[in-house]
């Protein structure tokens, strides 16, 4: 946990995006965001823990663990597609801020500034999750490379 902040914001930038959100509260289990289904927001984990889960072949693999002040819909929202995985409340009761993404484009033209910090504290999220992904892709070739010796 913990990267998945938006962490280039500033006091003020908080203050335009909490103007625009709802507050909603899932229960253990819940899903927040369902795969494959059109993302229309963003959400901001503001209590509990949540886990990002990819659905295969009769199961569920989870990929990450978000908790308070972690971004959850990003790629949906930069893609403007379908979410590419679910994201499960995993706690008994986990509150969340949801912003809308038309709302949050049009705060990007009034805001620029916003814009811009948004996106950067995104490219920084997405550059980490491409390195850890290829730190454990790299393990995972070196663990079979060994087995196959």
Do not use: H
Request: hydrophobic share 40%.
């Amino acid at each position: 946990m913990g990267g998945n902040r938006l962490q280039y914001l500033t006091a003020n930038d908080w203050v335009l995006v909490q103007a625009k959100a709802s507050r909603r509260t899932f229960k253990l289990g819940d899903e927040i965001i369902r795969q494959g289904e059109c993302g229309n927001s963003i959400y901001i984990i503001r209590r509990g823990e949540a886990s990002v889960e990819l659905a295969g072949s009769g199961s569920r693999t989870i990929v990450a663990s978000l908790g308070p002040d972690d971004i959850c819909g990003e790629i949906s929202f930069l893609e403007q597609g379908k979410a590419t995985a679910a994201v499960i409340a995993s706690e008994e009761e986990v509150e969340v801020d949801e912003v809308e993404a038309r709302e949050l484009r049009a705060m990007f033209i009034a805001f620029p500034g916003l814009a811009s910090r948004f996106y950067l504290s995104l490219a920084v999220i997405l550059a980490q999750r491409l390195r850890a992904t290829s730190k454990e892709l790299a393990r995972e070739m070196s663990l079979r490379d060994r087995r196959d010796q």
